[in-house]
C-alpha cells in the first residue's frame, strides 16, 4: 500500500496557490437571481451528474462540450490537471451553467469549456464573463487563451469580445487556433458584458451550494430524457 501512495504521490501535479473566486448574484431579465460560486474538489461528481445527459445530445454541439467537461472536471476531481477550477450558475438552488478552466501560470490562463443547462436568458454569457473576471481580475492575470467548439461559441467570444488571434500558439483543446483576450480588451468590454453585486447573502449563497440537479434539459435542442 505505501508503494501504491508514493506513485499516487508522484502522479499528482503539485498544485498552485490560487485564491477563491468570490460569489456573485446576477438579477435576469424575469426576476431570477443567478449565483454564481467556485466549487470544491469533493462537489464534483454531483456535478458530472448534472452534465452526463447531454453527452449524447448532438444538437448545438453538446455532445463534445459535455463529454470534455466531464473528462475535464474528472481529472481535477482525481488529481490529474494542473490548477484547475470549476464555477457553476444555479437559480432557486438548481443549476442551469458550468464553466472551468486553469492556471497555467502566474501570467496566462486557460479557459476550457462553458455549458448552459438552461437556455434563453443568456447563462452562458454571464458564466463566460465570470470565467474571464476571475482570471484577469483575481488570480491577476494578464491573458486567457480561448477556443471556440461551436459557431455560437465563436460568435460569443471571439467576435464579441474582438479577441486576439495567436494563430501559431495551440491551445490544450486542439480545434480552432488559440485566441486571446488580454488585459487591456477585457477592461475594454468588461461593464457590457460583465454584471452581478457582491456579496451574496448567506441565505442565498446556502440555497445556491445545494445545487439541485436539473429535472428535466427540455429547453436544449435535440435533448430526449434518457437517451
Known sequence: MAIIEK??????PVETPMVNYPAKYITQVNGDKLVIHQ????????????????????????DIVASRIYSELLG????????????????????????????????AGMSYHTMTLRQGLRIGAQLFAAKMEYHLD??????????????????????????????????????VPTYVLTKA?????????CGGRRPVSE???????KMILP????????????A
Open 203 to 209: 441565505v442565498m449563497l446556502a440555497t445556491a451550494k
Open 76 to 107: 481535477y476531481y482525481r488529481y490529474r490537471v494542473k490548477d484547475e477550477y470549476c464555477l457553476v450558475g444555479t437559480i432557486d438552488g438548481v443549476i442551469v451553467g458550468v464553466v472551468n478552466g486553469r492556471m497555467i501560470d502566474e501570467k
Open 7 to 12: 506513485m499516487e504521490a508522484q502522479l499528482r
Open 138 to 175: 483575481y488570480l491577476g492575470q494578464d491573458e486567457v487563451w480561448i477556443v471556440a467548439e461551436s459557431p455560437n461559441g465563436f460568435k460569443r467570444w471571439m467576435i464579441e469580445y474582438e479577441l486576439e488571434p495567436r494563430l501559431e500558439q495551440w491551445h490544450e483543446l486542439g480545434g
Open 215 to 226: 429535472e428535466t434539459y427540455s429547453q436544449i435542442p435535440g435533448y430526449v430524457r434518457n
Open 39 to 62: 466549487v470544491e474538489r469533493e462537489d464534483v461528481p454531483h456535478i458530472l451528474q448534472a452534465v452526463s445527459p447531454l453527452m449524447t445530445v448532438a444538437k448545438d454541439f453538446y
Open 185 to 193: 480588451l477585457w477592461e475594454k468590454h468588461k461593464a457590457t458584458k
